[in-house]
């Protein structure tokens, strides 16, 4: 079998599992560079050296450090950031800030004024509102700052409800009703510290079809056209938002990058055929897809409780706040047992978080071999949005990061300690009597 050592160990990246959870403890995250380059090549190969005039950046939310914003820097993508916070990260991780795109629906004075101080490539502005805000910040500041208008166009991925973001009842972008999107684009057609270079959509994420990236880009195509003939505007920019697939489990069944790039690729010149317009820059920015399958969670097992005729329960010493996706998405993940690589899948398990929440349950029904405590359980396809999205419920320190490159695991972000927690606290005074 693949991925299985003399030892009859998992191992990920070339690194022995076991060995990882006992030199780092668990749980633990432990992330793949080179799976990671292998990503950004095939963005390379099938995209970026594929046509002419397109732009790729990888979207932070799924997972940033300072050490991937290095990695992304060295691969050649831009970098999608969507709060202050990650583009804090950026900029120290010195980023070259002309590649970043700055997303948000409501980003506040004080990230907008960050993003134009540090002269952001791209503000993908959501709103009136943050419009507002812009101008006067650039008037203040002295600078003219390049924008794309992030658009809802009306069209619903299917994916579960809550990272669904194209349809028109949407807290994200600027709904396409005619009069409203031609008086925005007109107010800054006239603005000289801001140029709009062109529109933004993304429809959900972990998608598998490619046909609503097309219907996507129908929509928006026939807005270049409506502003072309109405106001003269030309549309430099067109930003198809990312949400290309993974595979959790043996139920996902995701396509290869090209699958959706020439869909969108091949759907832009024929619209742009269709209306007699000028082919605009193409920027994907997948997040999920250069990250998720490039991490696995090792966590080690404790209480093993049987329910007589109903189930088994096996705890681990983390879960929901590290991963909360099952508990928000109902997000399905497969998971090994790192040490018993060589054992039949004899037994059914529940695997269950340590937290009180009877919702944290991480793996329903997991076919292991007969557990004990202290056997270490994998589990896979964690690389996005496990680490973005942990919390200290429970109060529970948040796990370390380690980064495998050439085989060689480097600590990438500490694991925190029960100090940490206490970092911020302050005891007024009057208590401490
Ligand atoms: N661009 C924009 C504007 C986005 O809002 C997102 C994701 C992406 C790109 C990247 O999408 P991706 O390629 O990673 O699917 N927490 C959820 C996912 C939320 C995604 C939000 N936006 C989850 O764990 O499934």
């Known amino acids: 079998m693949e991925n299985v050592n003399y030892e009859n160990h998992f191992t990920f990246a070339g690194c022995d599992t076991v060995a990882l959870a006992e030199e780092f403890g668990t749980p633990l995250y432990v992330v793949s560079e080179e799976m990671i380059r292998e990503r950004c090549g095939e963005i390379r190969e099938n995209f970026l050296n594929k046509y002419k005039n397109v732009k790729a950046a990888y979207a932070s939310k799924a997972f940033l450090t300072m050490a991937m914003c290095k990695i992304i820097e060295s691969e ?10 990650e583009l804090y990260t950026a900029i120290k991780a010195g980023f070259p800030t002309e590649n970043i795109m700055f997303h948000g629906n409501n980003k506040s004075w004080e990230e907008l004024e960050l993003a134009v101080i540090n002269d952001v490539g791209r503000i993908i502005v959501d709103n009136i509102y943050e419009l507002d805000l ?22 619903k991925g299917e994916t ?12 994200f972008g600027i709904p396409l009703e005619p009069e409203k999107i031609n008086d925005v684009v007109a107010r800054v057609m006239d603005s000289e510290n801001i140029e709009l270079m062109g529109f933004h959509f993304h429809l959900g994420s972990q998608l598998f079809e490619n046909h609503i990236y097309k219907a996507g880009i129908e929509v928006i195509a026939k807005l270049m056209k409506d502003l072309k003939e109405g106001l003269g505007f030309i549309t430099k920019e067109l930003n198809a938002g990312g949400g ?26 024929i619209q742009c055929c269709k209306h007699n317009l000028d082919l605009p820059t193409i920027i994907i920015e997948p997040g ?31 879960g929901l706040p590290d991963n909360p996706r099952p508990a928000l998405y109902k997000a399905k993940y497969d998971a090994l047992v790192a040490n018993k ?3 039949e899948l004899s037994t059914t398990v529940t695997i269950a978080g340590k937290c009180c929440e009877s919702g944290d349950i991480l793996i329903w029904d997991l076919d292991t071999p007969p557990l004990e405590a202290g056997d270490i359980l994998a589990v ?12 200290n419920y429970n109060r529970l320190p948040r796990p370390a990061v380690v980064l495998i490159n050439k085989e060689h695991p ?18 007024p005074s009057y208590l401490k009597k």
């Not at 812009?134 to 069209?155: A, H, S, Y």
């Not at 579960?160 to 807290?171: A, L």
């Not at 480097?410 to 005891?427: G, K, P």
């Open 160 to 171: 579960h409800e809550y990272i669904v973001t194209g349809q028109k009842d949407s807290k």
């Open 410 to 427: 480097e600590l990438i972000v500490e694991r925190e300690s029960y100090d940490h927690l206490l970092d911020r606290e302050i005891i």
């Open 288 to 318: 999920r897809w250069i990250v998720g399958e490039a991490g696995v969670t090792l966590y080690t097992i404790g209480s093993i409780k049987e329910i007589p005729n109903i189930r088994t329960y096996a705890s681990i010493d983390g």
């Open 134 to 155: 812009l101008e006067e910040i650039t008037k203040q500041q002295n600078k003219k700052m390049k924008i794309l208008f992030r658009v809802t166009p009306g069209i």
């Open 380 to 391: 896979l396809s964690t690389g996005a949005y496990n680490f973005s999205m942990a919390s």
């Open 341 to 343: 690589m060589n054992e």
């Open 76 to 85: 050649g993508l831009g970098l999608d950031v969507v709060s202050g916070g």
């Open 244 to 269: 290309f697939g993974i595979r959790y489990t043996s139920e996902d069944h995701p396509q290869p990058l090209h699958y959706f790039t020439d869909a969108i690729m091949e759907a832009v010149e």
